[in-house]
């Protein structure tokens, strides 16, 4: 026997090794397991620690950095050992017998909006004959807090929302499903170590707090939302769900992914001015119904995650254990980069064609939405996310 085996091509080489939790088989106890290839490393098997019996990361995620990176250490050495398929057997759990679930607790949950060609396109098709970003886009990472209780794990069917919808061309708002159901694809940032109330999380201490990176799709109803945000932001339109891969890719494996965001002119406070790149370079992918069709580029976002992180906090808001940030809808200065069927329809006016001869505005029942992402590892190989995927379900009578 040698070294773990991981198919050609696989999400999971060895260089990723990322966090999940699963049960063995549906309706087994949860355990905490990371994969590799098409196997997962039962953690708890292997170590006998407590903490990966548990049914959320959050108490692995709360021990901070210094372990994290004890526990990434061990297992490099472990899947590498010249007898790691013979050592790790009695551990293994084939991926393709194991239920996955919602890896983290989630504690507060925060979407921000930092693609500049996203918000760009927001303000033309909502704002027409104006000035597309609003006066603060560039001083500060907008945001808003969402709905962590309705956060869930990847593969978890999505019912199409009903709410109150008025067109402009509309007198007055009615009740029903929403006939503008979409996604946004993100990336999100999970909290592992807290913060006290009153004090701030300057954005140089982002990697002693966040613990990984998930893919997000934040699923929008664009009717509900586009009546009811007026003054205060996004609400029932968003709140419905919120989808998330079941994977953590830990931040130390996206080391080699790690660039500077794009120039941001003006210089922004000092408060989010970093010492260190905490751009990334990941390439996303949207799937409907099998057909790819959008690429969303993340290098090319505009605020950081440690700039969000820093924004976050500067209130002395306190950041607790599985909060949950994600970075707004993923989308480049190319159409073919653009993370939303809102900005790749145009609003409805420029439908997108699919492998089956079919047209999409918006989402109709029965559609299949999968996110992936992938980033250059370590090795100089490539890793990936996994998926965070998604059925809409018809709304209910
Ligand atoms: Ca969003």
Avoid at 171 to 183: E, H, N, Q, R, T
Avoid at 201 to 219: E, K, P, R, Y
Avoid at 288 to 300: I, K, Q, S, W
Wanted: glycine share 10%; charged share 20%.
């Amino acid at each position: 026997m040698s070294a773990l085996e991981v198919p050609e091509g696989s999400d999971f080489p060895l260089s990723n090794l990322p966090y999940g939790v699963f049960s063995p088989s549906p309706g087994q106890p949860t355990r905490v397991g990371v994969a590799v290839g098409a196997q997962i490393i039962d953690l708890f098997s292997l170590f006998g620690d407590e903490v990966f019996s548990s049914s959320s990361l959050n108490a692995f995620m709360a021990e901070g950095p210094a372990r994290w990176s004890e526990v990434r250490h061990d297992l490099q050495e472990r899947v590498s050992d010249e007898q790691a398929a013979e050592r790790l057997a009695p551990h293994l759990v084939p991926q393709s017998s194991a239920q996955m679930h919602l890896p983290i607790e989630v504690a507060d949950y925060v979407d921000f909006y930092a693609s500049e060609h996203h918000a760009r396109n927001m303000g033309h098709l909502f704002r027409p004959g104006s000035e597309p970003l609003t006066p603060n886009w560039k001083h500060l990472p907008i945001g808003y807090h969402g709905r962590a209780g309705t956060v869930v794990v990847s593969a978890t069917p999505v019912r199409r929302p009903c709410g109150q919808r008025k067109e402009p061309t509309e007198a007055l708002p009615s009740y029903g499903p929403s006939a503008k159901l979409d996604i946004e694809a993100e990336v999100g940032f999970v909290v592992g170590v807290p913060s006290e109330r009153g004090t701030r999380v300057g954005i140089d201490a982002f990697s002693d707090h966040v613990f990984g990176v998930v893919l997000v799709n934040d699923w929008s109803a664009r009717d509900i939302h586009s009546w009811e945000y007026v003054p205060l932001g996004p609400f029932l339109g968003k709140s419905f769900a919120t989808s998330v891969s079941p994977w953590v890719v830990s931040l130390a494996a996206l080391d080699a992914a790690r660039v500077w965001p794009p120039k941001q002119n003006p210089e922004p406070l000092a408060y989010l001015r970093s010492a260190e790149p905490w751009g990334l370079e990941l390439s996303l992918e949207v799937e409907l119904n099998g057909t790819v069709v959008a690429r969303p580029p993340f290098a090319e976002m505009y605020w950081t995650a440690a700039q969000q992180l820093a924004h976050m906090t500067v209130n002395g808001a306190s950041l607790r254990t599985g909060d949950l940030f994600a970075s707004g809808t993923v989308s480049g200065k190319e159409a073919a980069g653009w993370g939303s069927f809102l900005e790749l329809s145009w609003n409805g006016e420029r439908p997108v064609r699919l492998g089956d001869g079919t047209e999409r505005t918006f989402l109709e029942d029965g559609d299949q939405v999968v996110i992936r992402a992938s980033a250059r590892s370590a090795d100089g190989g490539r890793l990936g996310f996994g998926s965070v995927s998604g059925r809409v379900l018809p709304a209910l009578e």
